[in-house]
């Protein structure tokens, strides 16, 4: 019998476990099984297997492909066999007359008057029972039972709506009486709530009883899959009368519930003593509006409608308004229609087979909805009946349906490229126009209320169509501030109203579409996403700027001789100049010297004033007599009173690292005179932050659970909360800053870090003028934060503490990703060194923008400090761009150019195909996952897994045995391609997109990978979309952005005759080299040691630095990788000095070798994965997914070479090479 690793049938379990592997079990380990020995009675796993093939080469094995032949679980015999009355006792009887399976205990005590009770081994005479139509008839009953809970809980969930709606109705009405009525409110809810109680109790049970045979059921089908085929004539005779009588009860069950549980139980308040209580005047009011009426936008507000069945994030397609005003929205993204109520709440969805594209009303309760998926092309009509979506009717169509709209008893339809005439029957009446200069150019349709006018969007060519009843062409629209009209709608009055797609615009047309009456909502009201957001259809407004107030502005205005006001227009430019070039999309940029900002600053002031969160203190200040100003901690210089450094800052010491106050400095000075400066007081306000810390907690414990926060951000959050907040200084004596407002401290300004951030908010009031709609709007806006961690107790703590102590309904920060630091080869980035490559000086490097978004968010430092490096940008840029994903898509795209005169081909798909395709849907799924938790690495390391898949797949299928089909679904994965890569490497994605000759409507992300490019689709001339960067590029701009390091060595003049150039560098004796790498290891063990005590910045740095300088003097004593000629370098067959001494030269990659920490790492990881592979070869795992681990292996066996400084293209040591002797 089979050995198993638990109980088959487990508690609370609807499924059966899998058999175990003998061996590992003896050892109490829990492996799977792999085969079964039909000699030694055992299983196996993959690794065992081995070892018994080599033991028992005759013995016959079977693997999972042959698993009828495996013994039947004796668990799963168990089950069948125990009885449901006894549970101890085994079934070894059948009576005949009642048809029912018993133990020796049930033929006692309840068959002994029955003539017909035999054993079981004499009832499997005959043909034995089809089990696998017993299975059927369970699935279906299954489905039928889970639809019947689903009842069950769908009128539970309406009925607690339907109790939130009435409670709320009582509680208005309550509000609209006197007091008199309270008793009679409290009598209401009370009954309210003792019939709730009760209904759903009896919900509750009914339910339960479902779930409770839906399960039993299901454990009766598992177990019958076990024993199919495998000749237990009895195990199946007793499964089938068991599965039988379940049968039995289930039906009986249904059709006692089931038109019960469809029935729908509601609250109803009794609303009649408002009316009795109120006189109206009447019940609605008349309103004259014409077609030309321009609309007024009052105000935008958002809702949710997700639901937790749905699978996917939400992608509207299309809405209406029925004249209940109810309102549908087809959800394109999970295949349903849904319905909400007049809050805007889902109260019932339908789903469809396929994905909806567009939907029209026909009547007061049904629409109809065009659903597209591969040859499926129909109209579903669906209707609203108590509350509940009904799908109707069906019409089946031979050209895809886009666009619908209705008109007495005609139907329109358009398919991209033409408008269809159709009866309500679904019969062609007419093709009304067509235009197939491009794939979107008939794309959504209307019809006015009259019908003699149907309207129509060109998406390719940015046009609003005119059409009369027969086609004819009446007029068209065209206007700069519409691109990729898509939405479309004609209203009751006969207003025209269309939607861009690219412009993220809404125009108001006049009737009869030929004009622009309003520009109703632009991008500036929220109508438009960053890169990934739009590309999942969120609402999103993406916004940066320039803080340009503070000290760090006035010392530098007065080192460059400018005015602060002239300093900031100069950077303002320049920043807004580097975001331009690396294709940074905000949505406005803006600065803090507004007047918005001094408005919105002094108002957040007042409401803080206001509500006691403002305190005064005298603060000592270091005073300049000469200048007659206090001086800002930027203004004063000394010696740090920790360290000693005798350079310091009035606010923080460079050399450790600490923040200071300028009156602790030793020796102070003035930095704009020079002059010794003296302590005297100053009155300053303060933000009272121990006040605001309670209201501050109650957020951060939500947001903490709700939101998306680094560990980083939530650490140093709680580490000040930790420590106890203290009240912190908003105020500066200064002239350059927002003038704070209050009588007595008018001469003076805000601290910059108190009005700063409130530049986010002033920034979107300059964007645009309905700014309160994202900033004074918490419940339907989420406050993202994008940010180094050095500044996260600015934007975590003071600004959200300032914001919720105004008290004024401000939206405050919900989510925060904070880096850790980037650093710059084995250094830090430093302008005053010189030390990397700035984003100004970028530009000027000759490498294209997309190339450093690519190499900078590779390296992200999400979870621990990385570093910027000139030779893994090149490796990434030649290895990872130019060669995989680059080659992939060149290559697809070469074939389709050259092979099929640009045209994608007719697909017929093999196995290989379905696994290279479920291979790739992995990881847009992923991607989904880690862009929306800001694991933008990860997302990366996606994208190329799905350019390496597509070339391992068109390596292993040779292109000219299935070649139509196979590059024609490569270009649909460098479809794809492009769409992932558009946050990421916008230039290149449009690039991709223009050679494709993508569709717009590409531009969404879905979980599953989706063919956009159908058969006939004519794509561009492709071109490469990487150029290599040379090796002496890569020199040039290390050297050029290397910056002011230690001082070199001085080394000996050159000589002539022969003698090293100026450039060779002089061998050092053995001896001192032997010296030198001593001192390096000893001082690198010091380093590490200081690190991990976690010593001061300033220690660690002095310590780093005297390690670099002895690893520069090491590099200058070893011997040189090469001589030249002209060098004293020897001939071809001349012998050197030293005759019989060989010198060893070690070549490096680049010159680069990385920290033994980070060979050791590598190392592990190589072993790891050649670990991995092996044992998918070992399983005899698919060769798609092991070509793929091999791929990885391969990289990490690079990486592990240029980090041990090894030629990473070279033969191992000591391998030969193929076709030649050593």
Same mark, same amino acid.
């Given at each position: ?12 379990s609807?499924s ?12 109490n ?25 080599q033991?028992?080469g005759?013995h016959?094995?079977?693997g ?7 013994p ?25 007359d009642?048809s ?38 369970i ?8 639809k019947?809970?689903?009842?069950w809980?769908t009128?539970?969930?309406?009925? &607690? ?52 045979l839906k399960?039993?059921?299901?454990q009766?089908?598992?177990?019958i899959?076990?024993i199919?085929d ?8 007793i499964?089938?009368?068991k ?8 039906e009986?069950y ?18 009649? $003593? =408002? ?15 014409y077609?030309?009426q321009v ?25 209406c308004v ?7 929205v087809?959800?394109?993204g ?8 007049q ?5 019932a ?21 065009t659903?597209n ?15 509940r ?36 029957r ?15 150019t ?22 609003v169509?005119t059409?009369?009843r ?8 065209t ?6 009209p ?11 109203l ?14 009869e ?40 502005? =006035? ?16 950077y303002s ?5 580097i ?5 940074i ?8 010297t507004?007047e918005q ?11 803080l ?11 000592? +200040? ?10 800002a ?11 000693k ?5 009035? !606010? ?47 957020h951060?414990?939500?947001?903490? &659970?709700? #939101? ?23 105020s ?7 003038p704070?407002?209050?009588?007595g401290?008018?001469?003076?300004v805000f ?17 645009t ?21 050095d500044?996260v ?10 914001l919720?102590?105004? !008290?004024?309904?401000?939206t405050?920060?919900?989510h925060?990703?904070?880096t850790?630091y ?12 010189g ?32 570093s910027?490096?000139?030779? !893994?940008l ?12 680059g080659?992939? $898509? ?5 074939f ?9 081909? +007719?697909?017929?798909h ?8 479920a ?28 350019s390496r ?15 139509g ?25 449009a690039?991709?997109?223009? &050679?494709?000759?993508?569709? +717009?409507?590409?531009n969404?992300?879905y979980e ?7 058969p006939?689709?004519?794509?561009e ?14 020199? =040039? ?5 290397a910056g ?11 000589k002539? #005759? ?5 450039n060779? +560098? ?7 080299v ?12 010091k ?23 002895l690893?520069?003097q090491?590099a ?27 010198q ?13 920490a ?17 044992e ?28 041990q ?14 076709g030649?002797?050593k």
């Open positions: 019998m089979a050995t198993f690793s638990q109980s088959t049938v487990a508690k609370g609807d059966f476990t899998d058999f175990c592997c003998s061996p590992c079990l003896e050892q380990i829990d492996q799977w099984a792999a085969f079964y020995c039909n000699n030694c009675l055992k299983l196996y796993c993959a690794k065992c297997i081995n070892l018994h093939g033991l028992f005759k016959v094995t079977y999972r492909g042959d698993t009828s032949k495996w039947v679980l004796k668990e799963v015999e168990d089950f069948f066999q125990k009885c449901y009355l006894h549970e101890d006792k085994r079934l070894e009887m059948f009576c005949n009642h029912q399976l018993c133990c020796t205990n049930c033929a006692f005590l309840n068959h002994r008057q029955c003539a017909k009770v035999t054993l079981i081994s004499e009832s499997v005479k005959g043909p034995p029972p089809d089990l696998q139509k017993v299975s059927k008839k699935q279906t009953i299954l489905e039928t039972l889970k019947l809970e689903n009842d809980n009128n539970m969930q309406s009925l &607690q709506v339907s109790y939130n709606k009435q409670l709320d109705k009582i509680r208005q009405t309550r509000q609209k009486i006197n007091a008199i009525l309270d008793k009679i409110e409290k009598n209401t809810i009370k009954e309210l709530d003792d019939m709730m109680a009760n209904l759903k109790a009896s919900f509750k049970t009914d339910s339960d009883n479902c779930s409770k399960n039993e059921l299901k009766l089908s598992d177990a899959h076990d199919v495998k000749g237990k004539a009895e195990l199946a005779f499964a089938s009368k599965c039988l009588e379940k049968i039995r009860q289930s009986t249904l059709k006692e519930n089931a038109v019960q549980a469809e029935r729908l139980v509601t609250f109803q308040a009794d609303m009649d $003593i =408002e009316q009795f209580v109120f006189t109206l005047s009447g019940l609605g009011r008349i309103v004259l509006s077609p030309d609309f007024t936008v009052q105000g935008k507000s958002e809702y949710n409608v997700r639901i937790p069945s749905d699978s996917c994030n939400c992608y509207i397609t299309a809405i029925l004249s209940s005003d109810q309102i549908l087809a959800d394109n999970n295949k349903c229609v849904k319905l909400l109520d809050q805007y709440k889902v109260v969805h339908c789903d469809l087979n396929a994905l909806p594209s567009d939907m029209c009303q026909i009547t007061s309760s049904e629409v109809a909805v659903v998926k591969d040859k499926t092309h129909e109209v579903q009509f669906v209707s609203v009946n108590g509350g979506l009904v799908k109707g009717r069906k019409l089946q169509f031979q050209h895809e349906c886009c666009g619908i709209a209705h008109d007495q008893k005609d139907l329109y339809l358009t398919d991209g490229t033409a408008l269809y005439k159709y009866s309500m679904g019969d062609l009446m007419k093709k009304l126009y067509e235009d197939t200069s491009g794939y979107s008939v794309w959504k349709c209307a019809v006015n209320q009259t019908g003699d006018k149907i309207f129509v969007t060109n998406y390719d060519y940015h046009k169509l059409l009369a027969d086609g004819t062409i009446l007029c068209t629209f206007d700069p501030d519409l691109d990729s898509d939405g479309l709608h004609v209203t009751a009055q006969g207003q025209v269309v939607c861009g797609a690219v412009s993220n615009t809404i125009l108001q047309l006049n009737g579409g030929r004009k622009k009456l309003a520009t109703l909502a632009t991008k500036r009201d929220g109508l438009r996403y960053p890169r990934y957001c739009r590309l999942r259809n969120y609402n999103v407004l993406y916004i940066c700027g320039t803080d340009e107030y503070g000290t760090a502005t =006035e010392t530098k205005a007065i080192a460059e001789g400018l005015t602060p006001q002239q300093i900031c227009e100069k430019a320049l920043h807004r100049d975001y331009k070039w690396f294709n999309d905000f949505d406005y940029f803006g600065r803090t507004t900002q001094k408005v919105i600053a002094q108002d957040i002031f007042w409401h004033h206001k509500n006691g969160y403002v305190l005064t203190n005298s603060v000592e +200040q270091l005073h300049c007599e000469n200048c007659d100003r206090f001086l901690d930027r203004f004063a210089e000394g010696t740090c009173p920790m360290c450094y005798d350079d310091a800052r009035g !606010d923080q010491c460079d050399a450790c690292g600490k923040l200071i106050n300028a009156v602790e400095l030793i020796n102070p000075k003035c930095k704009l005179c020079g002059n010794r400066p003296k302590v005297r007081s100053s009155e300053h306000l303060f933000l009272d932050l121990p006040k605001a810390e309670p209201k501050l907690q109650v951060l414990d939500s947001v903490f &659970q709700t #939101g998306l926060w680094t560990n980083n951000a939530k650490v140093i959050t709680k580490s000040w909360i930790r420590d106890g907040l203290k009240p912190r200084c908003i500066r004596d200064l002239k350059w800053g927002i704070v407002p209050l009588e401290f008018t001469d003076k601290y910059v870090w108190f009005d700063a951030p409130i530049g986010y908010i002033s920034i979107t009031a300059n964007y003028e309905h700014w309160a709609h994202w900033w004074k709007n918490p419940e339907h806006v989420q406050l993202y934060n994008f940010l180094g961690k500044n107790p600015f934007h975590s703590v003071i600004f959200p503490a300032s919720l102590g105004a !008290d004024d309904h401000y405050v920060v919900g925060m990703s904070a850790e980037l650093n710059y080869e084995d250094g830090k980035f430093s302008k005053s060194r030390t990397g490559v700035f984003g100004d000086q970028a530009r000027d490097t000759g490498i294209p923008a997309d190339i450093y978004r690519f190499y900078l968010l590779y390296v992200r430092p999400e979870t621990q400090d990385s910027f490096s000139w030779d !893994d090149f490796l990434k840029n030649n290895s990872e761009l130019l060669n995989n994903l080659n992939f $898509i060149n290559r697809a795209l070469m389709v150019s050259n092979s099929f005169g640009g045209s994608i081909q +007719q697909m017929d093999s196995a290989d195909d379905f696994n290279l395709i291979l790739v849907t992995r990881e847009p799924r992923s991607y989904i996952d880690n862009m929306e938790n800001a694991r933008i690495r990860d997302s990366i390391r996606n994208i190329l897994s799905i898949l597509g070339n391992e797949f068109m390596q292993e299928n040779k292109p000219w045995s299935r070649a089909t196979l590059v024609s679904l490569a270009a649909n994965l460098a479809c794809l391609l492009s769409v992932l890569l558009h946050p990421f490497m916008p230039e290149v994605s690039t991709i997109q223009r &050679q494709l000759n993508a569709p +717009q409507s590409c969404v992300v599953d990978f989706v063919c956009h490019l159908d006939g689709h004519k794509i001339q492709p071109s490469p979309l990487f150029q290599k960067i040379e090796a002496s590029t890569i020199a =040039e701009l290390k050297k050029r952005f002011q390091g230690p001082a070199a060595p001085s080394k000996p003049k050159p002539k #005759g022969g003698e090293p150039s100026q060779s +560098q002089t061998a050092t004796s053995p001896v001192e032997e010296r030198l790498q001593g001192e390096v290891t000893s001082q690198a063990n380093v590490r040691d200081l690190k991990a005590k976690k010593a001061e910045n300033g220690v660690i740095d002095a310590e780093v630095k005297i390690l670099l300088d690893k520069k090491l200058d004593a070893q011997v040189p990788s090469a001589v030249t000629e002209t060098g004293g370098g020897k001939k071809k067959g001349e012998k050197g000095d030293q005759p019989g001494v060989k060893e030269v070690k070549v490096t990659a680049n010159n680069v070798t990385s920290s033994p980070e060979v050791e790492r590598l190392n592990k990881l190589v072993t790891e994965q050649g670990n991995k592979v092996r998918l070869k070992t399983a005899k795992a698919g060769k798609v997914l092991v070509d793929t681990e091999v791929s990885k292996l391969l990289d990490l066996k690079r990486r592990l070479a240029l980090a400084g090894e030629n990473p293209d070279a033969s191992p040591a000591g391998g030969k090479q193929k030649k002797k």
